[in-house]
């Protein structure tokens, strides 16, 4: 009865290959890489959030200026532009980060 997690059916990239997690003294230990399916704790490149536009301008959000008339009055209002935006693709990070699935307690309070 849940959803199915990322530690589901032996695929997890952190797991070691033959052993749990538990270390010597029954602390939780690193794991280390063994074989093809061990993935790097670290992240390096994201997914980025920001779009390209027709003239080349890089933003999260476009808008266009409209005039619009009503009962004789010019107004201002801004549109928000959805096509021809192109996404800004793999980012690559300034500082590696910790991937969210790594099994170990960075800080204890």
């Known amino acids: ?17 033959g052993s749990g997690a538990e270390g010597p003294g029954g602390e939780q230990a690193l794991a280390r890489p063994r074989g093809s399916r061990t993935a790097s704790p670290f992240v390096f490149t994201r997914r980025g959030s920001m779009y390209y536009d027709e003239d080349g301008d890089l933003a999260h959000e476009f808008y266009e200026e409209t005039i619009v008339t009503k009962n004789g009055r010019k107004r201002a209002k801004l549109k928000r532009i959805h096509k021809n935006l192109i996404p800004q693709g793999i980012v690559k990070l300034e500082h590696p980060r910790i991937h969210v699935d790594f099994p170990v307690i960075i800080c204890e309070v």
């Open 1 to 17: 009865m849940g959803a199915n997690g990322s530690k589901g059916r032996g695929l997890w990239p952190f797991a070691s290959a």
